[in-house]
């Protein structure tokens, strides 16, 4: 099977090569062509895009792994993220009107410009890049220990996260969101179809549907239920999906998205359409780790029930090696949009600021792409815990920019203080609490970490003076758009 | 208040409702209840339904 992985990588990588360069052609001058494909992404595409970028190693590597540990509970986790894309019903028309308006290529300018003060948005970038470089080494780990697990160590853990952090870097710098968009809508599809496959395939070699669900009921029947077998206590659920739930919005490689759609039709088909792939791929990948369970039942560590399950047989190695180019795609599709995001971050809410003349940006974020990508590979191979506590980590950290972004719409009386306090604060508090481990009260890092922002937001921006007229200056087309297309 | 604004009103309270029944029935009601047609059948519905109620909210908008 090596020799056939090998050779389906390889096709894969020649295949999204092709793809990225196409992408070259028909790109334009400037950062709004590069970052945001010049706002002119339709729905569709930008739908299977926002699919390939949220949905990662973390699903059929994971969240099957955490189903496997867990039970049940992955699927409340997953899809109360889903149903927190209620947050894009609210906030895409507003990020996307915002940026028609005033040509906003990041979040992080958006709130810049709200709260008037460039320190809001490059302190915003500097979180989004502390905390995004963890989440993008998880993803090369996903692809190391899947690669080295289903090769029996022929292709090993730092090759595998070499191969990833490659493609991304390439794909991502070929053409920017341009390049991104097109490999990631043809990974999209691969990642979907040969997991349907797969689950197919396993599920039968269970003897069928009806056996699969009577035989898990029997045997593992724990893990059909919350407690279930320990890990989902109802604290430890709070503390993983309230991140999650805020995702859309605190995660710049999807919020950024907002601002990309030729109009607010294609954003809508965007959401709509990403709402339904990701419903499929959930359940989809907690089957998957149903299925784990079944066939391998004494697992060391729940990280390797997929590429474990891929080498046990019960697919055949044609399918199982497509199944490892999807996994692998779903990693670099995501580890490629954050390298685009942290470059554009970088680049408009670092450099920028520091470079009045603004000259050579381009190249600044471009170099900012190699640094993350370096720095990923670094994290990566330290092989941390749990692959999903780390996703997880990342999400609490970004977390508590949500006060600032809700602020910048429904709260005139938000101040820059306010949002720098409740970023600078809440981000060094809730880092701290992650890196030792602590849960204060035994309530989880990203409850504190969210409701100190909040709190910090409200109580200091009461006793300090918003900018005179800002909010005012910013949310007024904003409302007068949502009147004009009747959003609420 | 414009009707659109009422109607949406009313479907971000329902999905608010369901978003807390996610945590409250199978913690709740279905706790340590252990088969396919409990918490994992709630969830999918629940999914289902959020899913339905996003849509409603952005079916209006006007492009």
Redesign the interface.
Known sequence: MTAGIITALALYALLGILVALAARRGLGEGASEYYLAGRRAGGVISALSYGATTYSAFMMVGLAGLTYAGGVGALGFELIYLAGLGLVAIFGPRFWLAGQRFGFITPAEMLSFRYDSRLVGGVMALAACVFLIPYSAVQLMGIGYLLSGVTDGAVGFEAGIFIGAALALIWTLAAGLRSVLWTDALQVIVMLVTSLLAVGFVVAALGGPATFLQSTMESRGEWLSVPGPGLFSLTTFIGLTLPWFFFSISNPQVSQRLFTTESLGALRVMLLGFLVLGFIYTLVSVLWGFSALQLLPALERADLATPRLLASGAIPAAVAIVLVVGIVAAAVSTVDSILLSLSALAARDLYRPLSPRGGREMLAGQLVMLLVTGLAILFARLQLDLITILSVASSSGLLVTVPAIVGCFFWRRGTAAGALASMVIAGIVVTWLQLTGTNPLGIPASVWGGGLALGLFVVVSLVTNPSPGRAEHFLQPVEEGLARHRIR | MSD??RR??RT?GL?AI??LL??IV??GL???????Q???LF??L???V??G???R??A????
């Open positions: 659109y604004r949406a009103n971000l999905l369901a978003i996610a945590y199978p913690y279905m706790r340590d209840y252990a088969a396919w409990g918490a994992f969830w999918t629940f999914g289902v959020s899913i109620l996003i849509f909210l952005v209006g908008w006007r492009s």
